[in-house]
């Protein structure tokens, strides 16, 4: 290339390649050890939890608390007589016992053995469950999103304190290792401010856009449909809605309730958000799932607004893609990917001169470009290399299992939980301002003063 003909496209070719003369390392993170007692937990000294909800993500929580150490299931709930079997059976085989099954979660709560709940029940039951659990005397994990309606956050958060309980939701990135690597490296300084965060994530199959198949056995003898709609709308047994209600108003929040609440819960950990974005607005539409006469489109795209950076996040049910996360400092870039962190560097400086120059008179053009180069020479050898480094999470690394033993320390220790209430709220309002903004087709605000959502 020509020094006296560098153009926009070659300047920035030059820039980026300057700017990415990295030297790449790789580490690898150590997760927090869960100890393994050297002897059997005496009883007096285990946390004895109730299984509220033993369906796709309840059943996966029961086996996983069952394995840490000093952690008792004493009983389990659920509305569908099938999944008491499921429990037991996943019970039976990792301790060789049963445990007593009700499809009322209050003869859960009423239990004097039982110390906390773990709950994984459509996110319309989450407020009503976690109040009863907290005002019950009785801690509480419970899955993701916090709430189904905005207005519901501020009681559970009321009920948690004046109960002085422990309340953690189920978004496991809050104790991720790799998302706390991302956390360190941005609070040092390491890529300047951030301004912008992407992150974006896709599915496309059936079961990735919740066609999940009902069980065939479901029927209203074995299942207590009345109770399982609470305060829903009255509708006839339906096992469609029972086991796709992702997709219903009545019962779920769609893409934001599914998978935005990880993606903001990631967000606001690592940027130590403390209160709800401020502005929403979102873009989608429903183009392959339009089935079951759902509510929620299969492709959204959210800009967020907080104070000093703006987020965009995109999910589509219509084409897989792994997810991306990217936070865009003045100085470079932190990337995480599956189970690995990765910081790119930028010194935010020219390396070539500016492309700007192609409109100057030929001669001004070649005596500028002879003053930029000698004032910008380096020596061989002299140049400096911004170096790069990835961070992997160990082999066998789970979040899930992370996220639960932190709650049952917190149950033991009565320390505060990783993903309180307060943090929580802010996460599911977030996404309630994305689906506010796509029914609405505004921007949706959030109001502080009157704890609301409004149109912007």
Partial sequence: MSRSSISRRDFMKKTGAASAALAGKSYLLEANPIPVPARPTAPSDRIRFGMIGIGMQGSGLLDLSIHLPGV???????LYDGRHVLANSIIQKATGKTVPTTRRYQDLLD??????????VPDHWHAKIIEDTCNAGKDIYCEKPMTHHPSEGFGIIDAAEKNQRIVQIG???RSSIVYAKAKELIDSGAIGEVRLIEDTMGRNSPCGAWVYPPPPDLSPENLDWKTWLGDAPPHPFDPIRFARWRG??????GIPGDLYVHLLTGIHYVMGVQDPPERAYSLGG??????DHRDYPDQMSTLYEYPGFRALVRVTLNNHSDEVVRFMGTRGTVEIRDESVTISHQDGKNHAPCYYIASYPPKLHAEFVKEWEARHRTEPGTAKVLESATYYAPLGYDDDREHLWNFFQSVRTRQPSVEGPHFANNTALGCHMANYSYF??????????ARTIKSA
Avoid: L, P
């Avoid at 239990?111 to 773990?118: K, L, Q, R, S």
């Avoid at 609405?440 to 502080?448: E, F, L, S, V």
């Fill in 72 to 78: 008792e299931c004493v009983a389990a709930c659920d």
């Fill in 111 to 120: 239990n004097h053995e039982i110390d906390c709940i773990v709950a994984a």
């Fill in 171 to 173: 978004s496991q990135r």
């Fill in 248 to 253: 219903f108003k009545d019962y779920g929040e």
């Fill in 286 to 291: 429903m183009f392959q799932w339009d089935v």
């Fill in 440 to 449: 609405h087709q505004t921007a949706a605000r959030w109001d502080m003063a």
